[in-house]
């Protein structure tokens, strides 16, 4: 009963049955990432319900070491934790709580084999503590954990010639007590399973021997009393059963599978109990006509189970899946792979579900995924192509460890074979990355720069990388940016995160862009002549003030002096040549500032330099045009008098001798 599925060594690939449908979003996995480049084996991978990670093995190259990585939500994987001391360790299994803290437990061996455990605690870990009792040989330990940080441990106890079941619980914050003897004395138990729901309440399954046959037995631990039940059987007494596997979802419906034998083939069975109900009567899920092997089941949120097995038929290895229901029923049997093993199941609140399976024939490590409701998808090869593979553990029994968050995503840890054989984890990123904080401005202004951000989460890649489009054929990248609109319009503004191709995110905003305003014009006001009597120079000019009001725009125009009629001399000829009344005087152009004055200097014509000698003054007419910056103008007539220039007398003096 107790034998291995062979590996068939044939050249091939993995090929899934039947016809998939795509999901709303689509799953993607990321490129694998390395854990430890020293020698490894037995590893195991955890997700805790927000998103961290762990994966725990056996650093075979540092002495039988038990190593630890883990990941933060959001983060990447630190750098591997060193649990134990150097020594003959066994068998590490982890857990995670919703905080992402986790706790490992291994089994040491010397002189009496002691199961032990360490907790890492925001990327910190504890010292080794030792779980078992002193002087009892103590193995194969199971751990799990719920949201809160309760912690279920179990473990073989050898008592003489036969072995006990052994449980230790922790509460969150708190510490691990005795350990307690859960199964029946005088009789012989292997592969102890654990689970746990949110209240505390926790289930231990493992198989016993009486010496006639094998069954799988159950004991309950209540979170109200804090003691075990009276171990049951689950199995049907008259077909050995072995290989048992637990669930509990976090409302505490509970599900149990395991292999049975009729006599003729083995297969896969199940047993499903009701948060606070008992346990149906096992119900065989694969096929009659064909050996089964090495069943693991999960629990959605609905208490919905699924079971993975391993089926054997004329030499091939298929890996089959059978959906139920909380009422104990598989009416879905399918097959999901040919020529693979090993299969992992795991499944979020949901329903959303992960199996993982080995290649047999690639020897690669592969994964399929249904969203919850709809059908699986493509089988992906997640680990490096090209690379051997080994199962996360020391037999077929512990498979490909599948693990989920509660969103759906997803890992897959395993061992890549060579010289040396490493740890490796591959993440599924189920739902693409969130886009928070989106700022997509609602308007803006042409030729004046604007700012978008956004802030991409992702619950599996840390750093998506951010695209933004903004209508006008222009682009950029990065969380925030800057972009300025030519024209006016309305654009459409898409940014876009992406964690890995195909695995993105994206959300569409409007932003209206507007010309932009002209600047305040001032307004306009004449400049007016500040000078009432002016005396030209020895040059024949007149200099004359001119004011610009405060409060308006500057001023700038042109001073035209002219002779008027009533002067003689010049006008009077002009006249009597048909000419006009008034004689050009000359003029000159002039700019001043709001609130100031300025000097425009006139050079007089000759004939009214003359004139001007002769008269000693002149009254001149003054016409005073202002322009403005927007075509506006306006003229402003005065009178000057204008003075001639007279020469300074010399001081009189004595005359020289």
Known sequence: MRRR????????????????????????????????????????????????????????????????????????????????????????????????????VWWSLGLSDLVEAATVTDGMPSAPLTLSAAGKEALFPAVAMNDRGDTIVAWTSREGSTAIVQASFRPAGGSFGAPVNISASRVSVESPKVAIDDAGDATVVWDRSSGAKELVEEATRSAATGSFSEPVVLSNESEPAIHPFAAMNAEGDTAVAWTASNGTVEMAQVAVRPAGGTFDKAVSVSTEAADAAFPQVALDGRGDPGVVWTLEFGGDLIVQYAAGTSSGTFPTVQDLAFESWAPSIAEDPAGDTLVSYGNALSYSAFAIVRPAGGRFGEPQEVSPAGQTVSPNGNSDEQGLNAAMDSNGDGAVGYTIQGSEDLPEVSLLDAGGPTLKNVSIPATATAGTPVSFSVAPVDQVDSTPGVSWAFGDASTASGDTVTHTFADPGTYSVSVTAEAAAGDFATHTGTITVVAPVPPAVPAFHAAALGSATVTADSHGRVHLAVACPAGGAACAGTVALTLPA?????????????????????????????????????????????????????TLAVALESHGATGQSATTSGKVLVKAYAKPKRAKGKKKK
């Open 5 to 104: 599925i062979g590996v068939v060594t044939a050249i091939g690939a993995a090929v899934a049955l039947g016809a998939p449908v795509a999901a709303d979003a689509t799953p993607t996995w990321l490129a694998a990432s390395p854990l430890s480049q020293s020698a490894a084996e037995s590893a195991d991978t955890a997700m805790g319900s927000g998103g961290s990670a762990a994966v725990a093995w056996l650093g075979a190259g540092a002495g039988d070491v038990v190593q630890v990585a883990t990941r933060p939500p959001l983060g990447s994987f630190a750098p591997a934790l060193d649990l134990s001391p150097v020594g003959e360790n066994r068998s590490p299994q982890v857990a995670e709580d919703a905080a992402g803290d986790a706790t490992v």
């Open 566 to 618: 009533t002067a003689s001399g010049l006008a009077v000829a002009a006249r009597a040549q048909g000419t006009p009344v008034t004689v050009a005087a000359g003029d000159a152009s002039f700019e001043a500032a709001a609130g100031a004055s300025t000097t425009v200097s006139v050079a007089l014509p000759t004939p009214v330099l003359q004139l001007l000698k002769r008269h000693h003054h002149l």
